[in-house]
């Protein structure tokens, strides 16, 4: 065997290279369910930068059409399958988040969707709420975390029920009755002049 021979031999001999690390998991996964809403929106925010489509230039001036009919029909039509999308979209992150905590499972859809407007003043929400289907993982990540902070604010708010339970509670315990008494009943043919002024003034001042 010649020594070019033997070289190549033992060149091919060699054990491959390292196997590549896998890449870390995507936003949404287990990781991210302990991640703030906040958090998750700041990561998710270069993320879908990346993978956000750019827009189409506006077209200039003297490169626009005259408006006819046709036009107007198209864009009303565009318009409408816009908001047939969003409205769709809306309706499955209302879902997502009322599924995601079990203390919303009684919560009107109209809060969920009036808190979901709200978060949506968040340009960082917007961009993820349009790019929902590029990253769908990231994007219910971001709803988890959303519904976690909802369910905190829903659980705030005073409810009636539940404070007149708690203070017959707190009444039982103390031996206090919550009940107001009986009203007895006033023989007026048994009083006195004095007695039946008196009760005609007790009364008025009730």
Not at 28 to 33: E, F, L, M, T, V
Not at 121 to 128: I, N, Y
Request: overall charge negative.
């Amino acid at each position: 065997m010649t020594d070019a021979t033997q070289a190549v031999t033992e060149e091919k001999a060699k054990p491959e290279g390292q196997p590549k690390v896998a890449p870390e998991a995507e936003a949404g996964g287990s990781d991210a369910q302990e991640k703030s809403l906040d958090e998750l929106l700041a990561e998710g925010e270069e993320t879908f930068k990346e993978k956000s489509k750019p827009e189409d230039e506006p077209e200039k001036e003297d490169e626009k059409k005259d408006d006819t009919g046709l036009e107007r029909r198209i864009e009303t039509l565009e318009k409408d399958r816009i908001k047939e999308r969003v409205d769709k979209g809306v309706a499955e992150a209302v879902k997502t988040i009322r599924e995601s905590n079990e203390a919303l499972e009684n919560v009107s859809d109209l809060l969920v969707e009036g808190y979901l407007y709200k978060k949506a003043e968040d340009p960082r929400f917007m961009l993820a709420f349009n790019n929902r289907g590029t990253d769908p993982n990231a994007w219910n990540g971001i709803l988890k975390a959303a519904g976690k902070e909802f369910s905190a604010l829903v659980a705030e708010i005073p409810n009636p029920e539940l404070s007149a339970s708690r203070q017959a509670a707190q009444a039982a315990s103390r031996g206090v009755s919550t009940e107001s008494p009986p009203e007895e009943k006033v023989d007026s043919n048994k009083m006195t002049d004095a007695q039946f002024a008196a009760h005609l003034k007790g009364l008025d001042r009730a």
